[in-house]
């Protein structure tokens, strides 16, 4: 698989943290949506991330485990490995945690870019 390498913005993934601890988890929504296009970019791949949101808002966060998971496996594809990036994200997101799960999604798609 060709990867090609596109102009990501670089995050600093402390200060994502920090607006969604300020804005009551509001920034992490646009958190996701920035990773959405940052990992559709990098794979190449269309994709849209207001679909992404509407269904996570619709289903009342249940799509946001499916979505961390096909991240993980999008992220591994990237980089040509098969890894357990996926089922990492899905882990942390079912344990509460998917603030750490964007975390560590951020800082891949840093080392990426």
């Given at each position: 698989?060709?990867?090609?390498?596109?102009?990501?913005?670089?995050?600093?993934?402390?200060?994502?943290?920090?607006?969604?601890?300020?804005?009551?988890?509001?920034?992490?929504?646009?958190?996701?949506?920035?990773?959405?296009?940052?990992?559709?970019?990098?794979?190449?791949?269309?994709?849209?991330?207001?679909?992404?949101?509407?269904?996570?808002?619709?289903?009342f966060g249940i799509y946001?485990?499916?979505?961390?998971?096909?991240?993980?496996?999008?992220?591994?594809?990237?980089?040509?490995v098969n890894g357990s990036?996926?089922?990492?994200?899905?882990?942390?997101?079912?344990?509460?945690?998917?603030?750490?799960?964007?975390?560590?999604?951020?800082?891949?798609?840093?080392?990426?870019?």
């Amino acid at each position: 698989m060709a990867v090609i390498r596109m102009k990501i913005k670089q995050r600093s993934v402390g200060l994502c943290i920090l607006l969604s601890f300020v804005t009551c988890g509001l920034y992490g929504l646009y958190w996701m949506c920035c990773l959405h296009k940052d990992v559709s970019k990098l794979a190449n791949k269309p994709s849209s991330a207001a679909k992404m949101m509407l269904l996570t808002l619709v289903t009342f966060g249940i799509y946001m485990f499916y979505w961390m998971y096909k991240q993980g496996k999008t992220i591994d594809q990237i980089r040509q490995v098969n890894g357990s990036q996926a089922i990492v994200y899905l882990l942390l997101s079912l344990f509460g945690l998917s603030l750490i799960a964007l975390a560590i999604m951020r800082s891949d798609v840093n080392q990426l870019a």
